[in-house]
């Protein structure tokens, strides 16, 4: 597809068949991307009937809110969604607090083995979360830690650091060496110049770091999956798939809720920061 | 005298002190659960009790998996369904991140949108295009009613049951390559566009000679993006088809799942994860080797 600026002064017609072009691709790629959420966001505010009714109607009759007043009211709902935030939570802030001292280290001092420690720390972000369960699984129950916040909160955290130390280390390194007093002596004087000078420089670094590792935590579902059995340890994700399998006849409007439930923190998450995203995973694929 | 030489010492170790708890963390406990797993593939334990001590067998466990007919089967799977979704996904891609450069700043609220199917979690994905694929009241069958056609069994028949999951993936993959390329297009200079324009070259031979092999390294990354993503999908396959109907959607990683928690074979689900590590090693060489004066 030919750059629209530069034939825009030449050639006006050509410039507007381009333009049109454009908008009917993105117009059809909007189509694919939204009609699955489309459809079931839809379908949250039916009733099972209506859900069978043909011809087909993408909207629902009436506007209730009884699926999710349902969903919202259900007494281990609390627990679900106290488990997913406390999870996320902690992994967040336990990968923001681990991940500064590495990627400060290898952005801005000069140390024996740097290079192979900076490997030992890059190459897992090749191993997939799925492929470690099976051993993981393994090692938390040996260690008594099967049901418990420790597994889930360690198993998160270190699945998050490789990505956090990458990022931070990127921008550190963007960040010129006048700027601190790099002759400190002590941990106290590193300390404040971390929290002082670092973080505040590189806010977006962090919330890009904050945004992926709340995202991965939220979502997480191999692991909860695995390492937990009882159903006061359940996720949302946990209880999403749970849900789907349990029901005998599908109530698709309250499966439907269920989902758009657990999605809506994440995407406003999203998009109170959305900027500061888009632009980070730009800039990272830049580097 | 005494103090700064404490100090220098103090100095010198500050960096391992900083990388030490996540060296611990991630290099510590993922090569620790990797051992275990190798370890594992080589011995046998008794049904139900895997931390009971286990008789070393060689190579046994290899040679009864790569016999198995399940075990083909899910590297075959795996296979078409990577290829599918690297084939659509960079096709979509491609299309999805021309269009919103081409229309600059009109597009700029869809590259927020863009990247919504990558946010959500994979079981809610799943339940959506389960829905979307339905049977009975799913909206591509009412659609097919509406039109006085046939409803179609998606996931239960074989062939349609993998297009479905592989949509499904396609979806939840294609923002992110799509961010990708858009940000290789955005460091692509205009004015080798209005060079091209001036020596008469058309829209064709500018994209095929001018675009896409200054594209090459973020071309590279998204379909590194989707290969990898695929090879080892669990999160939306598991929750839309739990592997059916009878074995046509089964991943490796689902496969090995299984092993190891429904038939209690942790043996036989160690050597599937050795086998999907040194598939995402080889892939790994394959592109670095492919890209190696891109990326």
Known sequence: MPNSKTHAGANPAYHRIANLIAWTFLTLMMVWLFLPLIWSVTTTFKTAIETYRVPVKILPENLSFHNYIKILTDASFPRYLFNTVYLTVITTLLTVIISIWPAYAFSRMKFKFQHILLLFIMIPRLIPRISVTIPLYKIIVSAGLLNTYTALIITYTMTSLPFAVWILSGVFQSIPKEIEDSAFVDGAQLIQTMFRIMIPIASSGVVTVIIFTVREAWNEFPFVLSFTNSATMRTLPYQLYMFRDTLGIEDWPLINTFAIVTIIPILVVYFIFSKKVTSGIIQGALK | ?295
Request: hydrophobic share 55%; net charge positive; charged share 10%.
């Open chain 2, 1 to 295: 005298m005494k103090t700064s030489l404490f100090h220098k010492r103090r100095k010198n170790l500050m960096p391992y002190l900083m990388v030490i708890p996540t060296i611990l963390l991630v290099t510590g406990v993922l090569g620790y659960a990797i051992l275990i797993a190798l370890k594992d593939s080589f011995y046998k334990y008794p049904l139900l009790s895997f931390n009971a001590k286990g008789t070393f067998v060689g190579f046994d466990n290899y040679a009864k998996l790569l016999a198995d007919y399940n075990f083909q089967n899910a590297v075959g799977v795996t296979f078409i369904f990577v290829f599918g979704t690297v084939l659509l996904g960079i096709i979509l891609s491609f299309i999805l991140a021309l269009s919103i450069y081409h229309l600059k700043n009109k597009a700029r609220i869809f590259r927020t949108l863009t990247l919504i199917p990558y946010l959500i979690s994979g079981v809610a994905a799943a339940i959506m295009w389960r829905f979307l694929f339905n049977g009975e009241v799913g909206f591509i069958n009412h659609v097919i009613r509406t039109l006085g056609g046939t409803p179609i069994s998606w996931l239960s028949n074989r062939y349609l049951a993998l297009m479905v999951v592989t949509l499904a993936n396609v979806w939840k993959m294609f923002p992110m390559s799509t961010m990708l390329l858009l940000a290789g297009l955005q460091v692509i200079d205009p004015d080798i566009y209005d060079a091209a324009t001036v020596d008469g070259s058309n829209w064709h031979s500018t994209f095929f000679k001018i675009t896409l092999p200054l594209l090459g390294s973020y071309l590279a990354t998204s379909l590194i993006w989707l290969t990898f993503g695929s090879f080892n999908m669990f999160n939306i396959i598991y929750p839309l088809t739990s592997g059916g109907p009878n074995r046509a959607t089964e991943v490796m990683a689902i496969y090995m799942y299984d092993l190891a928690f429904q038939h209690l074979d942790f043996s036989s689900a160690s050597v599937v994860m050795i086998f999907l590590l040194m598939l995402n090693l080889g892939f790994s060489i394959f592109y670095s080797r492919i890209f190696r004066n891109k990326v």
